[in-house]
T-cell receptor
């Protein structure tokens, strides 16, 4: 089946910029979403790319390139509260409507 | 407006028992989807309901079932519980479904422990 690959862990310092990549094998999906989850709580929606290119929402930006089969989440001006897990998610056309999530990236922001 | 509400938040069951979890979506949202989250498997899609009809289903055995009521509230049931069913069960609501804007609103989840 389809799968999304993300790095398992990323560490950065306050004020820095970090990029979390999400790669996949097969094209044919509606769009790429990103979610943030703190300590097993409710995931919260961050961004959605229906089309190729960059979407900017405050300190967070997301990018999608269907031709290169990847997307990324860019977090700028990192704050301690950004320490959380980040998931990418895709609804592939040929998966019968099953939403597929990446395994998640644990981001640790250090002082 | 009120967010997505899941009950109960925590529960402990023993193998062989069954469990029913409830999810109240954001007012006006017609799509409710359910997910299982475990450390080993991550977030996995269970099923989606829209206007009382199951629209999509993940790769889970028939022990996992669900339904949606006319007020969009949804329940999921797991019968004959196994140790591996221990997980955080999350529900999410959206206006028009998974293929819409990609924005899902999640509840805090129901943490199930099977002993």
């Amino acid at each position: 089946g389809q799968s999304l690959e993300q790095p398992s862990e990323v560490t950065a310092v306050e004020g820095a910029i970090v990029q979390i990549n999400c790669t996949y094998q097969t094209s044919g999906f509606y769009g790429l979403s990103w979610y943030q989850q703190h300590d097993g709580g409710a995931p919260t929606f961050l961004s959605y790319n229906a089309l190729d290119g960059l979407e900017e929402t405050g300190r967070f930006s997301s990018f999608l390139s269907r031709s290169d089969s990847y997307g990324y989440l860019l977090l700028q001006e990192l704050q301690m509260k950004d320490s959380a897990s980040y998931f990418c998610a895709v609804l592939f056309y040929n998966q019968g409507g099953k939403l597929i999530f990446g395994q998640g990236t644990e981001l640790s922001v250090k002082p | 407006k009120a967010g997505v509400t899941q009950t109960p938040r925590y529960l402990i069951k023993t193998r062989g028992q069954q469990v029913t979890l409830s999810c109240s979506p954001i007012s006006g949202h017609r799509s409710v989807s359910w997910y299982q989250q475990t450390p080993g498997q991550g977030l996995q899609f269970l099923f989606e309901y829209f206007s009382e009809t199951q629209r999509n289903k993940g790769n889970f055995p028939g022990r996992f079932s669900g339904r949606q009521f006319s007020n969009s509230r949804s329940e999921m049931n797991v019968s004959t519980l196994e140790l591996g069913d221990s997980a955080l069960y999350l529900c999410a609501s959206s206006l028009f479904g998974l293929a819409d804007t990609g924005e899902l609103f999640f509840g805090e989840g129901s943490r199930l422990t099977v002993l």
